[in-house]
């Protein structure tokens, strides 16, 4: 059966519409229109029992994203009347979706110097269960799942109206993965000098940073594993100087880190992710017509040229 032999109306969770199966950066723009409608339906005699009768449309679109690889799935409403649709996912690999409670700014606060923070803003709060309860105090989200890759396997997008009225839609879809690339810190803009380090040659950064700190021109800071700097305070790493915040280097293994790299795949890395225009754009030209532009819906998603 081809994959647009049924339309909305006679779809479900159990037979919804695949949009592909993805490896590498895609985009997707949603257009329908939800609610009952007055038109017959089914057989038209009345002779004989029949499915005859008055109806049609539908409250639910239901729509299949297949992932080869790990990745994100990223939905955003929009026009014309955004505020009524209601957009809900599901796991079909067997993983159960539970949803848990928000720190908000009451939830937890400290205090440092007079001022006063709450560190755990935004992020999960752990349960005794595993789902997103993997505390990771080297992860800039704390380990909050949320933010991490979905697993390959196949997810649920259900797109539904909570008007009783016929109501139009249009919805955003991206499907982002991590990048495999490495990056080479380098000393100038035209990429002709790569940053080497030589030494720890300056004071210990111990965390948490407590007070306004400059790490002088020509110096390597360092500090172990990880590094908090405290509400209201300020760090300066000086022209020409540098802060490495990770594992301490022997140093008879010097000579093996000297060249700065930056390693996409890491755990740092996918713990808050860019959103490139340009690389949307691109996935868009590769998938779309020419005439059929970029939606302007994806432009306030990117956080970076």
Known sequence: MLRGSLSQAQRTQNNPLPLGTFSQTSLRYLKGTLGAQYKPIGRADTGQLSNGGIGGGTYNHWFQVTLATPGWIIVAKGPPRPKYIQVSAYDLNKTP??????????????????TVYSPYLDTVMSRQSDLYNTFDRLRLDRGDDRYYPLNAGSYLICVSSTRNEPLSYELGVVIEF?????????????????????????????????VDTVIPVGANAFTDTSCTINSGVTLTVSDGSTWYIGDRIPAADYDNFKIILEVGDDAYYDTIHDHSLSEWQNAWDREHQSD???????????NRP
């Open 97 to 114: 979706i539970q949803g848990n409670a928000i720190f908000d700014s009451d939830s937890i606060e400290t205090s440092s110097n007079g």
């Open 178 to 210: 991590p990048i495999t690339e490495a990056f080479f810190e380098l000393e100038d803009d035209d990429g002709s000098v790569c940053l080497q380090e030589t030494e720890i040659d300056a004071s210990n950064l111990d965390s948490p940073i407590t």
């Open 292 to 302: 059929d532009r970029f939606p302007e819906l994806f432009t306030p998603l990117t």
